[in-house]
Structure formats: structure tokens, C-alpha cells
């Protein structure tokens, strides 16, 4: 009741009002999230006997959540439902607690959120990381303010590259589908902004191994300095 309610109440406020919508990923998108998700990672490494990894090593393990970032680790399959529980807990616990340590939101991105405020443009972010979470990051990196809704890997039933991961969020927010764009830095968000039929906006050096010719993307960038005058190209 209080999840309609809430939607009811985005949908009222935001409807006469946006004039665009703007997805977001999270890790690796508008946060340089590596430096603390590789430590929770080699915690956990290091706690149940496994190699510990590099910094470096991010683009072969994140994307799509702590489990399959360990998994990715191993040289061989952990089958054990016990211990990938105990695994996954063990990080999400050290993780949660250690969480902006060193996280950061990439540079011109908090310029961007105020511009983007100002024109009326709606703003959330779909993440594979688990919605607690992600809220908690951007409360303490303080850009939660920015955001008309925040979903994770739990939030809804499915999530990227499932569309409706990011057509759900636009309903929410009272948004129109012809008037969206998405922002990744993977082929998880590209396959995501793809499936959704959403012009894609790709982060360079992001969380994954695939080049940026390997990703189908409308838009390259390196940062969010001077983001708007894209952004501009489609409002």
C-alpha cells in the first residue's frame, strides 16, 4: 500500500513538471565505486582462503552483484549453497560498513545534478546493487537529493537487463518512455537501454572487460563535465 501510494504521489508531482528523464546506473556510472568494492571483495578472499585480487581486476569481477563479482574470482565453481551464503553475507557486511570509504561521484557529476534540477529533468538510477545499499551510498555521498527513485537489484522481481527495470522506474517517476535516456558504463546497461528502446549513453572505462566499440552505445563519454550540452541534443 505504501509502495503505491508513493507512486501515486511521484506521479502527481512530477508529471506536469519533468521534461526529460534520466537514468543513471550507479557503480562505475556516477560513482567510482571500485576502490570499496574490491576491498569488501579481497576481505572475504582473504577470510575464506581465496587469491585476493587488484584494483585493476574490477573490470573482470563487478556488474552483476557481490555474488557473481566473488564467483568470478574462483578458479574453480563453489556449489556449497552454505558457503556462498556465508560469502555473500560476509561482504555485504563488511561492504555496508565500509561503504564510502573511498567511493566518489565522478567528476562534473554533481554540476550536472544541479543543471539538471534547474531545467525540470528527472533523474533515478537503476543499479544492480541492492537498493539498501545504493540509497545508503548516495545519502553519504550526499547526491540521494537528486534522485526521484533509486532502484536496485531487489527493488522489483527482475532487474538489468530486464527493461523493465527501467521502464518501471519511468512510470514511477510520471516520465515518458520518448523522453529518456539511459547512462551506463557496461553492456549489462546497454542491453538494458537496448531492450527498453532507449537511446544509451556509455561511461568510458567502466565495469566491464568489453571495449567501447563492443558496446552498442548513442553516446561516449569520459566524464560528466559538459554533459548537458548532449543532454540538450534531446530535450
Not at 193 to 205: R, T, W
Not at 221 to 228: A, R
Request: net charge negative; glycine share 6%.
Amino acid at each position: 500500500m505504501t509502495e503505491i501510494s508513493h507512486k501515486i504521489f511521484l506521479f502527481n508531482t512530477f508529471k506536469m513538471t519533468q521534461i526529460y528523464t534520466i537514468l543513471f546506473d550507479l557503480d562505475g556510472t556516477i560513482v567510482n565505486t571500485a576502490p570499496d568494492l574490491m576491498a569488501a571483495h579481497n576481505h572475504v578472499m582473504k577470510k575464506f582462503g581465496h587469491t585476493e585480487k587488484k584494483l585493476s581486476d574490477i573490470k573482470s569481477l563487478a556488474g552483476k552483484g557481490a555474488w557473481v563479482m566473488m564467483q568470478r574470482s574462483f578458479k574453480e565453481e563453489i556449489k556449497d549453497e552454505k558457503i556462498k551464503k556465508e560469502m555473500t553475507k560476509e561482504f555485504i557486511d563488511y561492504y555496508a560498513k565500509n561503504i564510502d570509504e573511498h567511493s566518489q561521484p565522478l567528476k562534473g557529476s554533481i554540476e550536472f545534478f544541479n543543471w539538471a534540477k534547474n531545467k525540470n529533468i528527472s533523474m533515478g538510477v537503476c543499479t544492480n546493487k541492492q537498493e539498501k545499499l545504493a540509497i545508503d551510498l548516495l545519502k553519504k555521498l550526499d547526491i540521494y537529493k537528486y534522485f526521484e527513485y533509486v532502484a536496485g537489484c531487489d527493488t522489483f522481481s527482475f532487474n538489468k537487463p530486464d527493461p523493465r527495470h527501467l521502464t518501471d522506474v519511468v512510470e514511477i517517476i510520471g516520465g515518458d518512455l520518448k523522453k529518456t535516456i539511459m547512462i551506463g558504463d557496461s553492456e549489462v546497461d546497454a542491453n538494458s537501454a537496448h531492450n527498453a528502446n532507449l537511446p544509451f549513453v556509455l561511461v568510458k572505462d567502466g565495469y566491464t572487460e568489453k571495449t567501447e566499440k563492443e558496446i552498442k552505445h548513442d553516446e561516449l563519454i569520459n566524464d560528466f563535465v559538459g554533459f548537458e550540452k548532449i543532454i540538450e541534443k534531446y530535450l
